[in-house]
């Protein structure tokens, strides 16, 4: 697949550095499950949206040694060895001879394996950075494809505002792409609610696998999820809060529900991620129509109007907010 999206490109470095940067990605309907895990093939379509100013910035060098380096430079410290084997893997796929070997510099602001998707802006950026390097200047849709080959879900971070990643249908996954649609939405806010930045205990590729080969419930997910993304994606259009909270929850939880009916079953919540739904949904009965979702992971990530911010910080603090698709974002 890499041979032919690069086909004719040069292999050696066209410079002395490449950089990329890219933000992480909420998606509203999930990915969950993979129809080929080589190629980081998805079920179903899923949608998300990129949070501007929850960056990762790569910058990628030849390297010397017998290993490539990668550091990471922010919030939770230094990436750990199956991160870093991840990425080295990831880059078996652009050395221009076996031997080489790359410099990876990532500079993130969002701590690593929180359930945050860091890891979908840090391939995503990282392949920004390779075609920096090498001087490719792939189109958008290539670029995507090359990061879904890094991580499902960085496929996405190609872009800002709402991002559709189609599931495809073909074998080769090349038409397994994401791409931009263009929805503004002045008001819509999404808040971080986090209940832990540590690493999680079971990552989302070991956690969708087992999802897929033990849960009775994943059979009815691809459908359910396929038409959530329709709904999502009309709610969105139509600027309706109501329904696209209403979706997007029902989506996550659905989710969850396929890990947790796996055996043995898969639960990322912890008591506070349990306790922070329930004042969710307290706060709806008291007529602030707020929603949340959530990843692989304890965090919840609130949807709800600019005019609720208030209400929102009363209820759970001072929690990171943004505005995604505004225009000046
Ligand atoms: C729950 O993209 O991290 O965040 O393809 O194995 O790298 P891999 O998985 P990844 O999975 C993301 C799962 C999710 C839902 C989503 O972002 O759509």
Redesign the pocket.
């Known amino acids: 697949m890499v041979e032919r999206i690069l086909a004719d490109r040069v292999r050696e470095p066209s410079r002395t550095i490449g950089r990329g940067q890219a933000s992480v990605?909420?998606?509203l309907?999930?990915?969950?499950g993979?129809r080929n895990?080589e190629l980081?093939l998805?079920f179903n379509s899923?949608l998300?949206v990129t949070l501007p100013g929850m960056d990762v910035e790569t910058e990628l060098l030849p390297g010397s040694g017998d290993r490539d380096e990668i550091e990471l430079c922010g919030p939770g410290g230094t990436l750990p060895d199956d991160a870093a084997d991840r990425v080295s893997g990831f880059l078996d796929l652009f050395r221009p001879r076996p031997d080489f070997r790359f410099r990876v510099r990532t500079r993130s602001s969002v701590p690593p394996a929180a359930?945050l998707?860091s890891?979908?802006a840090a391939?995503a950026s990282l392949v920004r950075a390779l075609d920096d390097l090498f001087q490719w200047r792939l189109g958008p849709r290539e670029l995507s494809i090359l990061a879904?080959l890094?991580?499902?879900?960085?496929c996405?971070s190609m872009y800002r505002g709402v991002v559709i990643?189609h599931a495809g249908v073909r074998n080769d996954g090349m038409d397994s792409f994401a791409e931009p649609l263009n929805i503004g939405w002045e008001a819509l806010r999404i808040g971080v609610v986090m209940i832990s930045a540590s690493r999680k205990g079971v990552?989302?590729?070991p956690?969708?696998d087992h999802t897929v080969e033990t849960s009775p419930l994943f059979a009815c997910w691809p459908e359910t999820a396929e038409r959530d993304l329709a709904a999502i994606l009309g709610a969105l259009e139509a600027r309706d809060l109501e329904r696209l909270g209403v979706a997007a929850e029902c989506n996550a939880l659905c989710?969850h529900a396929t890990m947790i009916a796996a055996r043995p079953p898969l639960v990322y919540w912890t008591a506070q991620t349990v306790t922070a739904m329930r004042t969710v949904w307290e706060l709806r009965r008291a007529g602030c129509p707020v929603y949340f979702t959530i990843?692989?992971g304890p965090n919840l990530k609130l949807l709800y109007a600019a005019g609720e911010t208030a209400a929102v910080r009363r209820a759970f603090g001072e929690i990171r907010e943004c505005a995604p698709l505004a225009a000046n974002e």
């Not at 309907?29 to 969950?32: D, H, N, P, V």
């Not at 890094?150 to 960085?154: I, L, N, Q, R, T």
């Open positions: 990605n909420i998606a309907c999930k990915y969950w993979k895990r980081n998805p899923s998300s359930g998707a890891s979908a391939f879904r890094g991580s499902g879900s960085a996405r990643w990552g989302s590729r956690g969708m989710m990843d692989a």
